[in-house]
């Protein structure tokens, strides 16, 4: 079946650096998604990217979707506190959707 | 809107006891999904529902069932609850595919002694 791999699976930066978390699937993805999960909390959709080579930017968060649409990152420029959390990417199918293993992020003040 | 309703938002079990998972969400989705989140593994998808009366399996299915009689609700059931079942449980729900955004319930903590 269709997998999708995370990397880091753990990120520690001090407030100010920056952070990229890495998304791998083992086939081609017509889209990808982002969520962010909040400690104690549950996944909040962020953005999701369709095209082929396609960047999307969210005040700090920059998203990209490979060309060969089995990839993507989240980088996230100046992390903040309120940044702390794990990221998720997710595709797959019309229906049967697929979330990566997602990505720890933790920021020390 | 209320979004996505999951309850209880706690439950202890013993091994072998049946439960009902309740997922109800007000936004009239056609699209509504049960996934297990375990440290490492990500969210897991369980099974899933296009619409009232047609229901499919997911990723993990083995030991779960889930009817869709309304477009409202989307109850998952555990037959006869394993250790191996301890996990956390999300309902979450679209407008139409999967491939939409989804908007998750706040989970249920699940454990089973």
């Known amino acids: 079946g269709q997998q999708v791999m995370q990397i880091p699976q753990y990120q520690h930066v001090q407030e100010g650096e920056d952070f990229t978390t890495y998304c791998n699937s083992s086939?081609?993805?017509?889209?990808i998604q982002w969520y962010k999960q909040r400690p104690g909390g549950h996944p909040v959709f962020l953005i999701q990217?369709?095209?082929?080579?396609e960047v999307k930017k969210q005040k700090r968060l920059t998203f990209q979707f490979g060309e060969a649409k089995k990839n993507s990152s989240l980088h996230i420029t100046a992390t903040q506190t309120t940044d702390v959390g794990t990221y998720f990417c997710?595709?797959?199918?019309?229906?049967?959707?697929?979330f990566g293993t997602g990505t720890k992020l933790q920021v020390i003040p | 809107n209320a979004g996505v309703t999951q309850t209880p938002k706690f439950q202890v079990l013993k091994t072998g006891q049946s439960m009902t998972l309740q997922c109800a969400q007000d936004m009239n989705h056609e699209y509504m999904s049960w996934y297990r989140q375990d440290p490492g593994m990500g969210l897991r998808l369980i099974h899933y529902s296009v619409g009232a009366g047609i229901t499919d399996q997911g990723e993990v299915p083995n030991g779960y069932n889930v009817s869709r009689s309304t477009t409202e609700d989307f109850p998952l059931r555990l037959l006869s609850a394993a250790p191996s079942q301890t996990s956390v449980y999300f309902c979450?729900?679209?407008?139409?595919?999967?491939?939409?955004?989804?908007?998750f319930g706040d989970g249920t903590r699940l454990s089973i002694l």
């Open positions: 997710a595709g797959g199918g019309y229906q049967k959707v697929t």
């Open positions: 086939t081609t993805l017509s889209n």
């Open positions: 979450a729900s679209s407008l139409r595919t999967g491939q939409q955004p989804q908007h």
């Open positions: 990217l369709v095209k082929s080579g």
